[in-house]
């Protein structure tokens, strides 16, 4: 599975280099796409806060919504 996650990932870095030249190429500023990407960086991770995913300990069970792995609950029901 991380296999392919990380192909997936690494394949992404030609396209994302030529959307990139592209967007320069056409606007002919590097300072304006880069300032464009971070603002994308700043907002994307801001409107998925507002949605369901930013608030999924809302929809775990008590237990795991206090923030310990499966192996902890695991071991306090074993009393280990």
Request: glycine residues 0%; hydrophobic residues 65%.
């Given at each position: 599975m991380l296999s392919i996650a990380s192909a997936l990932a690494?394949?992404?870095i030609p396209l994302g280099a030529m959307i990139g030249g592209l967007a320069i190429q056409q606007t002919g500023n590097v300072a304006l796409v880069y300032d464009a990407i971070g603002a994308l960086t700043i907002l994307i991770p801001l409107g998925f806060s507002f949605a369901a995913l930013g608030h999924a300990e809302r929809y775990l069970p008590p237990e795991q919504a206090s923030g310990t792995g499966a192996a902890d609950t695991q071991r306090a029901r074993r009393g280990t």
């Open positions: 690494w394949s992404a």
